[in-house]
């Protein structure tokens, strides 16, 4: 069984459609939940803070709620040059995003969940699949639900990767350059773990989240 489970969801305002649904799905499962984020996109465009202040008045009164703010790295490359990740963002910022967020944590979290602002998980399946899970295991990958154009359009037969669990006596033993340099993000922070259980599932068999990234334009997904 996992206990004392600790979020850290990344935001941005390209996440204002459904990080709401990310944060309450998280509510019945988490002892914390950060949502970090910052005053840039990571193309470098500066972020419309608008709707992030009414995300944070929904959540005033839910004291395990936090929203942590980190400063924008202006420095860091914005677009990869490596010819097989042409025009994708660099993750720099991603792992800054990830990294204050974990260190906003307090010390009786036991396991970090690592979501983007788009990944939905399924609350019901999700605390089932805790009382059965072995919390001696470093890190968890779990199998998710891929979302095309529209919130209705799910693939059949395809299913990815999003959001590692993260035990934190792991994760405290790697550095702080380690953590903020990690090129392909939560994958090869699970590398750099070892031990990891790869596409995990609900104790029914079918994915715990669901993965909206794809349901933006093209435009939105270079950003």
């Known amino acids: 069984m996992i206990r004392c489970v600790g979020a850290v969801v990344n935001y941005c305002s390209l996440d204002a459609d459904t990080v709401e649904h990310v944060i309450t799905s998280l509510i019945p499962v988490c002892d914390e939940i950060v ?39 202006a420095s860091t490359p914005r677009i990869s040059t490596e010819p097989l990740l042409l025009h994708r963002a660099m993750p720099i910022n991603h ?23 788009d990944e939905v998980i399924d609350t019901e399946r999700f605390s089932k699949w805790l009382q059965t899970a072995d919390d001696k295991i470093p890190v968890y990958r779990f199998a998710s639900y891929l979302y095309y154009l529209s ?41 750099h773990l070892g031990g990891a259980v790869e596409y995990v599932k609900g104790v029914d068999g079918l994915p715990m989240v669901h993965h909206y990234s794809f349901v933006r334009s093209y435009e939105a997904q270079l950003t």
Do not use: C
């Open 95 to 117: 792992n800054r995003q990830r990294y204050f967020g974990y260190k906003a944590l307090t010390e009786k979290i036991k396991y970090i969940l690592f979501l983007d602002g």
């Open 35 to 73: 949502v970090s984020y910052t005053d840039h996109l990571f193309s470098g465009v500066k972020d419309d803070m608008t709707q992030l202040s009414i995300i944070k008045n929904n959540f005033i009164n839910t004291p395990k709620v936090r929203f942590v703010m980190f400063e924008y790295d």
């Open 151 to 191: 919130s209705y359009l799910r693939a059949v037969t395809n299913v990815e990767s999003a959001g590692n669990l993260v035990r934190k006596k792991h994760l405290d033993l790697l550095s702080k350059d380690m953590l903020l340099n990690l090129w392909m993000e939560r994958n090869d922070m699970s590398i």
